[in-house]
T-cell receptor, first 108, second 114 residues
Framework: DAKTTQPPSMDCAEGRAANLPCNHS???????VYWYRQIHSQGPQYIIH???NNETNEMASLIITEDRKSSTLILPHATLRDTAVYYC?????????FGQGTELSVKP | DTEVTQTPKHLVMGMTNKKSLKCEQH?????MYWYKQKAKKPPELMFV???????INESVPSRFSPECPNSSLLNLHLHALQPEDSALYLC?????????????FGSGTRLTVV
């Protein structure tokens, strides 16, 4: 499975959009991009995933570059409850391998 | 039912004890996983089960013994653990091993080995 690189931490003002970047330059054609988040001491929560096209659901949007070497998770209107560690994972299935993630702090 | 249920939520055990962690899902998922998470670290994959058969063992010590008695249940049997095995143990499930499905995680069992 391809490796991902994320900034270790980010801040975002409450009510503003949070844009979390992820680099996955060694991604292969059959690998999906997944985003999960983990609020302190809870199990990881699925947010969104995609293969090539941009995706949107009730939680977030996922923008994947045309060459698929990077992606951005967008939380359109961040709230204090969005404070968590966000993991970008690339996988073709079989197993999810977590990297270090980005610790997002949403501030009032 | 869209949840993965893990029991117990907290467990304290001695190094000579034998205990088991339990994971249950009723979503019809045919792949199930065990992860271990130390404080301030990301989850680490331990085992993968597909159709009740062990498909991946990430070189986990034999004091951890997984079992999948049926498609809804996953157990992790613990024996002769060390204090460094203290961690949050997470269970997850997914529809298939293929990449197009998301994984559902339980809330974990907080294990302390004394």
């Amino acid at each position: 499975d391809a490796k991902t690189t994320q900034p270790p931490s980010m801040d975002c003002a409450e009510g503003r959009a949070a844009n979390l970047p992820c680099n996955h330059s060694t991604i292969s054609g059959n690998e999906y991009v997944y985003w999960y988040r983990q609020i302190h001491s809870q199990g990881p929560q699925y947010i969104i995933h995609g293969l090539k096209n941009n995706e949107t659901n009730e939680m977030a949007s996922l923008i994947i570059t045309e060459d698929r070497k990077s992606s951005t998770l967008i939380l359109p209107h961040a709230t204090l409850r969005d404070t968590a560690v966000y993991y970008c994972i690339v996988s073709a299935g079989g197993k999810l391998i977590f990297g270090q993630g980005t610790e997002l702090s949403v501030k009032p | 039912d869209t949840e993965v249920t893990q029991t117990p939520k907290h467990l304290v055990m001695g190094m000579t004890n034998k205990k088991s962690l339990k994971c249950e899902q009723h979503m019809g998922h045919r792949a199930m996983y065990w992860y271990k998470q130390k404080a301030k670290k990301p989850p680490e994959l331990m085992f993968v089960y597909s159709y009740e058969k062990l498909s991946i063992n990430e070189s986990v010590p034999s004091r951890f013994s997984p079992e999948c008695p049926n498609s809804s249940l996953l157990n992790l049997h613990l024996h002769a653990l060390q204090p460094e095995d203290s961690a949050l143990y997470l269970c997850a499930s997914s529809q298939l091993l293929a990449g197009q499905h998301g994984y559902t995680f339980g809330s974990g069992t907080r294990l302390t080995v004394v």
